[in-house]
């Protein structure tokens, strides 16, 4: 009981795709519904000459026995008839599923429709005070240049005109 069976390689898509199309060619006696002593003799015949035809075409030292193929073809006829029965499942048409669909389809558009002017009055009010910045900016600089202007006597024209017309 202390060995534990090592756990073997993932199949590969080539594999699995080698599986399925080996078991296609001997479907009708692998897939038999018939369980008697004869007919599960021959799905054993079957079974191992799919084995011996997988392990013969792949050129890897990994070889999968009779048993880790049947399991890993039957786990993928279920995963198939699983996916085909989601695909082909009849929708559900009751009146309470739809309405609670169509309320919280409503609440989440709302929810959306209030996000949205959430982030264009962040916007609107970004671009404002970008604006206001500039401004402020531009006036700082207009001063600064008057103030430069001033101390050194070099008065603008409107400036000295101003200052000559208040003169008495």
């Known amino acids: 009981m202390d060995k534990k069976l090592k756990r073997s390689h993932n199949f590969t898509a080539y594999e699995v795709a080698l599986l399925i199309a080996l078991v296609k ?4 006696e692998i897939e038999c519904r018939k369980s008697d ?3 599960n ?3 054993n015949e079957a079974r191992a000459h799919v084995c ?3 392990n013969s075409h792949l050129k890897q030292s990994i070889c999968r026995d009779v048993d880790v193929l049947k399991n890993k073809y039957n786990n993928e006829k279920k995963k198939y008839a699983d996916e085909k029965r989601h695909l082909y499942a009849p929708k559900q048409n009751n009146l309470r599923s739809n309405l609670g669909r169509w309320a919280s389809s409503k609440q989440a558009l709302a929810a959306l429709q209030i996000e949205c002017f959430k982030k ?3 916007l609107k009010l ?3 005070q970008e604006k206001l910045d500039e401004f402020i900016r531009l006036q700082r600089l207009e001063f600064e240049a008057r103030i430069r ?5 070099n008065l603008p024209n409107d400036i000295q005109t101003k200052i000559n017309c208040s003169k008495p």
Do not use: M, P, V, W
């Open 149 to 153: 202007l001033i101390t050194n006597g």
């Open 37 to 39: 002593t004869d007919t």
């Open 120 to 122: 264009e009055h962040d």
């Open 52 to 54: 011996q035809k997988f």
């Open 126 to 128: 970004k671009h404002a």
């Open 25 to 28: 060619e001997r479907t009708s």
């Open 41 to 43: 003799k021959i799905k």
